[in-house]
């Protein structure tokens, strides 16, 4: 059912939640955003680029190397991911098949800083900014764990 109301998105509600997003980061009320929240902005719209894809945007969109990006350019760039659908989140049993490897002892979680390890050491590490975001959003604080089954389903496709 969601994947219908997708198709039937107009180019303006499009748009309309682009620039909703990018102005929830613009501190300044000036239609820019510092570089540095691009990413985020991006994940924001329930797509999950490469660390790679994200620098080859920034460079794409930031105004001539000074470090933020407006609105007038992030918007038609934006617009044009989310229309070729890029950078789409991996299937969940792929990701449910990569936590379960990691979690070597089958208990359906992995610590925070067993995770941490993961992400910040192996294959396209993840910055520890990244991480304190994902483990904000994340992790159980009271019983210190990271349930993926939980975290999975919250970025269903």
Not at 126 to 149: G, I
Request: proline residues 4%; hydrophobic residues 35%; glycine residues 4%.
């Amino acid at each position: 059912m969601a994947e219908n109301s997708k198709s039937t998105e107009t180019l303006s509600d499009i748009e309309k939640k682009i620039s909703s997003t990018f102005k929830m980061f613009d501190c300044l009320s000036n239609n820019t955003v510092d570089v540095r929240e691009i990413g985020t902005i991006i994940y924001s719209l329930g797509r999950h680029p490469s660390q790679a894809d994200i620098h080859a945007f920034i460079a794409e969109v930031e105004e001539d190397h000074l470090g933020y990006v407006h609105l007038d350019k992030f918007l038609p760039a934006m617009t044009k991911i989310l229309l070729e659908n890029k950078f789409l989140p991996d299937h969940e049993d792929r990701l449910l098949q990569a936590f379960e490897v990691l979690d070597k002892e089958k208990k359906g979680y992995l610590e925070p800083k067993e995770l941490t390890n993961y992400m910040t050491q192996e294959g396209e590490p993840f910055t520890n900014e990244e991480m304190k975001e994902m483990l904000t959003a994340h992790a159980d604080r009271k019983m210190n764990r990271v349930y993926y089954y939980k975290m999975i389903s919250k970025y269903r496709p």
